[in-house]
């Protein structure tokens, strides 16, 4: 480091060569021995559907790097793994875009992407990369599948589902925005059809109840699993007709029976079909129900949804025996309660927009909490009232869910083909539903009938999974029918299985082999995400998913970081877990420990970064600028974590310049070679390691890097010794590894910087952050304490009141305001 030349900083000079030798060393790796606590720390998995990623992407990967850093010098084992969720839909339209395999596609933007998180420094361990298209992956997705066929939890429905004729597919909700498909814009429409649906809603309750178990989840994210569940604690009641069709009505609010005067019903319930049957106006009841078939959900419960009047038709008030007109209405969803519902247009909104438009009857039934216009109940408080009302109609309790169970098929090629067969008749059924294969069956089997035959769903045991492998063909688009393309082809579909060992494959001929044919549909893109943390563990495994020591070693993820929009993921990933818990495949009932979202870096201008707005810059554009530490600095020093902030190419200049001044003082202090460094210099290296190790461990990356800065502008020019210089270094090396790593092959040339131990901070140099403030209580003062400079004002409140000279002023009062001038004096406000 002494010549000329070494002197400038020219990051461009080592950072390869570190990022070779750390891969050649195998530092990153994890080494699951047993020998140290184990630290699992993870990032949601990128889908390289994309050519390449562009700034705004490494934020979160840098994060969760920096942490692991930190925790591998705190002495964690620590697994920091990286994969790729490389199925579905982005990846198969991207191409078909390109007009080519997307087996390619995914290949050659996997290896851009991966040469671009290696050019950060990011220290996976990539030993035990995933992908989820890969065959030995996605047999495991398959043989977990067969863990929901056999509980009963997978059943094959015709449903209703979101069908976009453009893509070819069946579509989530959450892939819907407008009415239109989030990817391409292209319209939706309800349309009924034969699918796979896994019974999520059996697991509601849980999902719901063990969030209690996630302390370490912000609030925000579990009050959205909690809306997206959508439980709801009510009553369920019956209604006559004069069609003699009787209507069970879910409600939440049974106080308000006597306020019914309308019945709706959901446009694709079959108590709609039933009762328009008895319908005057039955053409035109129809034509509404068709109309409503082509909304989505969401359309259908906008304010200016539709309805139709059943004329002749009347439901009977189960308590004054009225006459209720009965309504066929876009807002209500056959999917949630019974789908029907009780109109009570005083007091509820969407019911009073219908009654205004159909001008049907109001009538108010509460007065503040007393019933009203209720008969006997007149008078009573809503919750007696809700109990007599609910005995005296026989109402039974009841929960209902917003979350409905989970549409998983797709008509496309690039997925993980379902791991069934289907066998015709019951007889060739029952030939081969004995054995093991017995053991993967559900209690009731599953079946369909199409062109008068049935065909009953048989499982791929998992030792015969390779014969459920995608085919090698060149043709894949979508057909453009109700079918997707795998129907198309004659290899896939036509197959036998051995009714002695269960085995399948395509060659005929087999003494006593049945034909069979393979269900055509894929899974969705979901599938290889809602379990993928537990192949990391173990990812070489070729007989199970994982070992049951692997998944004992490295138990639940330490730290999950990634997009706050991943909400369905996250509800699905932790419906996949508990399924495997009740298999017993793992000991553990949540799947992420703590959870940390960070937000998008957004361009200069506040906009989202795209190609296509020609805002976009590449991280290698970025890193020939100013290098990849400084990129790394900057994106940890932009702002808080989960917050979303704008680029600013003046900060990036900012870090750059930081990591030369950093630069030239470990110069000078190496040719100094001080014997011992000055006392404030030694107390603020003290007090950066104490705050750097506190901000990461928070993942408050912005104040930490600040900090650094901080003492750098205290230190530069102050005498430093070698070893406590080594201090700032250590504490900026999860930051800046390349940079470090190289002025450390001078100091310590036989270890790495990043396998030192993380400095300890000296107790008693950290004393004078202590300071002393006056408290005082409606001007006067009441006490004293004594409290760390930088104590958050929440936990300087706490302190403050508790007090024992002053808690006695303000125990028996409001608190109006707390006042705080930092560093001076606290003021309480009574």
Known sequence: MHSDHDRRFEPHRFERKWQQEWEQKKIHRADGSGGKPTCFVMDMFPYPSGSSMHVGHPRGYVATDVYSRFKRMQGFDVLHPMGWDAFGLPAEETAIANNEHPAATVARNIDRFRAQLTMLGLGYDWSREINTTDPGYYRHTQQIFLEFFRRGLARNDVVAVNWCPALGTVLANEDIVDGKSERGGHPVFQTPMRQWVLAITAYADRLLDDLDLLPQWPDRVKNAQRSWIGRSEGHELRFATSAQVAVDVFTTRIETLFGVTFLALAPDAELARSLKASASNEAEADAYIARAAQASELDRQSASSGAVLLGGVHAIHPLTKARLPVVIADYVLASYGTGAVMGV??????????????????????????????????????????????????????????????????????????????IAGRDNFHAVAHGELAQWLPEQPISHVLDGVEYFAVPVLPAYLDAMRLPVVVAYRPTGTLEGPLAGIDQWVNAFIDPATGQVDNTPGHAGWIPVRRETNTMPQWAGSSWYWLRYMDPDNDTAPFSREAMRRWGQVDVYAGADHAVAHLIYARFWHKVMYDAGMVDFAEPFKRLEFLGHILAADGSKISKRSGNSRSPEEVVREVGADAFRLYEMFIGPFEKAIPWSDEGLTGTRRFLERVWSVAHRVIDENAPASATDALKALHRTVDKVGDDIEKFRFN????????????????????????????????????????????????????????????????????????????????????????????????????????????????????????????????
């Open 345 to 422: 247009p005083a007091h509820d909104e969407r019911d009073a927009q219908l009654a205004r438009a159909l001008d049907l009857p109001v009538l108010a039934v509460l007065d503040g909490d007393l019933l009203t216009n209720s008969g006997s109940f007149d008078g009573q408080p809503v919750q007696q009232a809700r109990s007599g009302i609910a005995a005296a109609v026989a109402a039974t309790g009841r929960k209902r869910y917003k979350i409905r169970d989970w549409t998983f098929s797709r008509q496309r090629f690039w997925g993980e083909p379902f791991p069934i067969v289907w």
């Open 703 to 830: 104040t930490a890097v600040a900090t650094l800065m901080g003492c750098l502008n205290e230190v530069q020019h102050r005498t430093l010794s070698v070893s406590d210089f080594s201090l700032f270094l250590l504490s900026l090396a999860p930051f800046a590894p390349h940079m470090t790593e190289e002025i450390w092959s001078t100091i310590s040339p036989r270890e790495s910087i990043h396998l030192a131990p993380w400095p300890q901070a000296d107790a008693a140099l950290l004393q004078d952050e202590l300071i002393t403030l006056p408290v005082q209580v409606n001007g006067k003062l009441r006490g004293n304490v004594v409290v760390k400079r930088d104590i958050p004002e929440a936990d300087l409140r706490t302190v403050s009141l508790n007090h024992a000279d002053v808690s006695t002023y303000v125990s028996e009062h409001t608190l109006k305001k707390f006042i705080y001038v930092p560093g001076r004096i606290v003021n309480l406000v009574t």
